[in-house]
């Protein structure tokens, strides 16, 4: 675990946790909560370390091992054991820097564009799931406010959706027919574009695959069952960017895509 090997630098340097951060300049709780996993530390706090620990040709290797950990699995038992608000709020970082969002899903409305209504349902159920605590409103409210960056000129967001994705009944029949118009009204923004797999679209050369956010082109975010997968290597990436462009290829957009919507929103009513 690089917590353990870098207390262990620590150790043998003969500092204590505060005299670390004391001389790295940072807040007396940094260096324990880096190595309990609490926090995760930078290439430059690795190299402070290090640094001030006199063991500078260390954080080569140790920076390479920050690089797998990010790709780690984190089951959601860990990402949510105090509740789904901070679970939220760890990603915020990763939208505010991401400038390009390619995002494609097969089960849901992607966050970026979801109502509070369709949140509010689809964490409620997570919470009675998982068995966590009720912080459904502020987890909600955390969401919602992480929007603000689909209207931001600077940023792009490609999204492609299964058909099926307008037909699976999240939060019932009004929440839906809310969630769908504003999908409607979202498609027009000039950061958004929308795209559709009809249900009839020949899927022999890209069948659906697991939902998947694309950010810039550094990593992937893969939402599981069991947990949370990022994916950081470049070839891997490359890999999902590919995907993402097939399936883009095979959705329809535009009006037609919004057709698609509209014929969703009239269903409700069937």
Sequence with gaps: MLGTRLREIRVDAGLTGRGLAALAGWHSSKVSKIEH?????????????????????????????????????????????????????????????????????????????????????????????????????????????????????????????????????IGGVDTMAAQLGHLLTISTLPTVSVGVIPLDANRSAIWPTEGFFIYDDEQVAVELVSGYLTITQPREVAMYADTFSMFSKQAVHGAAARQLIATAINALDS
């Design 37 to 169: 996993a609490k926090q995760a530390p930078t290439p430059d706090d690795i190299k402070a370390w290090c640094q001030h620990c006199g063991a500078p040709a260390e954080a080569p290797e140790l920076i390479a091992s920050l690089r797998a950990v990010e790709g780690m699995f984190v089951d959601w038992r860990r990402m949510e054991r105090t509740g789904l608000k901070l679970a939220q709020e760890s990603v915020n970082p990763l939208w505010e820097r991401t400038r390009r969002f390619r995002i494609y899903s097969g089960w849901l409305i992607p966050g970026p564009i979801q109502t509070g209504g369709y949140i509010s349902a689809l964490l409620t159920s997570i919470m009675a799931r998982r068995d966590l605590p009720d912080d459904i409103e502020a987890a909600t409210q955390v969401r919602i406010e992480r929007q603000h960056v689909v209207r931001q000129p600077h940023r792009k967001f490609a999204i492609i959706l299964e058909e099926s994705v307008l037909r699976f009944r």
